[in-house]
């Protein structure tokens, strides 16, 4: 460059020489020729001389100009095709950026979805925690009152024993119950006949030991209850001839039968208590097989939605090591292409099983 440059000024000095001579003959030139004066043969060479050198010099310089007009067109070829290709990356960018965004927001969204059925599934989960613990509670309920009722059971029969050893005949009235608590009811008709011929044959004091017995353990209002049983029970002639004859019993009748439908009706509740303990255990079955099908499917969903997160952060950590790097558009791998898909099969609920309706207390209240 200094050797151009120093090259240019000696060019530079050597015209401006060339030059001032030049001018000089040019002005003795014109004054000749407008004098009228003969132009020597020297100084017309001198002139084509310095034409033809002039004319060299512009061809030179025309020929450079050529020469750096093509280098210019080539850097602007150059530059125009690298334009274009950083045009090309920066569009494939641009929709790689839209795609990832794209993308970004499906996960968002099925993310949201999975909390939802997350935080559902733990609703259903601690319903059913909350059905077995009732489940449990109603049924030490049903065995603590299956306890109680067996206790009064075993109470009212010993008092029966002993009021059928104080009326003498005690070996015929408990056959007589027993009979009538196991749904034997043409017995009825025997324990009639029995205290009319008890009627025949006991003194005043057993009547009155009787019907102080019966008073302790029957009040008078729990009399109805005698009278309710043989009409529901009027299909059988027994029952029927002695609700026709109920106004002209004696009491101690009257309170042997409400004794004896009393007897019935426990005999029923006892029966319909297993059979509700037996449908509350069942139902405690079936909520522990239900909490340990939830469960499994919980723990399936903690793992299906840890797993895109573990992956989301590892492609975050590897974007950033190798952000530094150039690549080149062409061997650039789009990660759009490596979706997640969610192909796990959305897990149907099943409602639950009503407990309430299979509990001791609903079918106590329907009967």
């Not at 020469?67 to 641009?94: C, G, T, W």
Request: net charge neutral; with cysteine; aromatic share 4%.
């Amino acid at each position: 460059m200094r050797s151009e440059r120093i090259d240019s000024d000696e060019a530079e000095t050597k015209s401006r020489t060339n030059l001032s001579q030049e001018v000089e003959e040019y002005i003795k030139d014109t004054i000749d020729h407008s004098l009228g004066l003969p132009i020597s043969m020297e100084s017309l060479q001198k002139k084509l001389y310095t034409a033809e050198e002039s004319q060299r010099r512009l061809r030179e310089q025309y020929q450079g100009l050529i020469s750096r007009l093509k280098e210019k067109d080539h850097v602007i070829d150059r530059v125009r095709s690298e334009a274009s290709m950083n045009a090309q990356a920066l569009k494939k960018f641009v929709e790689e950026n839209q795609k990832l965004a794209s993308e970004c927001g499906n996960l968002l969204s099925q993310c949201k979805k999975l909390e939802k059925e997350c935080l559902l599934y733990h609703q259903d989960r601690d319903a059913l925690m909350e059905f077995g613990n009732e489940s449990d509670e109603r049924a030490r309920e049903a065995e603590a009152r299956v306890r109680e009722l067996e206790d009064e059971i075993g109470r009212m029969s010993e008092e029966m024993q002993r009021f059928k050893r104080q009326i003498g005949d005690g070996e015929k009235l408990e056959r007589s119950v027993r009979v009538n608590i196991s749904k034997k009811m043409y017995l009825l008709a025997a324990t009639y006949n029995h205290f009319n011929i008890v009627e025949n044959c006991t003194t005043p004091l057993e009547e009155d030991l009787l019907d102080s017995v019966l008073g302790s353990l029957i009040s008078k209002d729990e009399t109805i209850m005698g009278r309710l049983f043989l009409e529901a029970n009027i299909h059988d002639q027994s029952c029927q001839a002695l609700l026709s004859k109920w106004d002209h019993l004696k009491p101690s009748t009257q309170k042997v039968l409400s004794l004896v439908s009393k007897a019935k009706k426990f005999e029923k509740e006892k029966e319909c208590i297993i059979m509700n303990l037996a449908k509350a255990e069942q139902e405690v079955e079936l909520v522990s097989t239900l909490n340990r099908k939830l469960d499994k499917e919980n723990r399936k969903l903690l793992r299906q939605q840890q797993s895109p997160l573990c992956s989301a952060d590892k492609n975050r950590n590897s974007a950033s090591a190798k952000s530094n790097k150039r690549k080149s558009p062409k061997t650039m791998s789009s990660p759009v292409e490596k979706r997640l898909e969610f192909s796990s099969p959305e897990i149907s609920r099943k409602p639950l099983s009503p407990v309430w309706n299979n509990s001791p207390d609903s079918k106590m209240n329907n009967n």
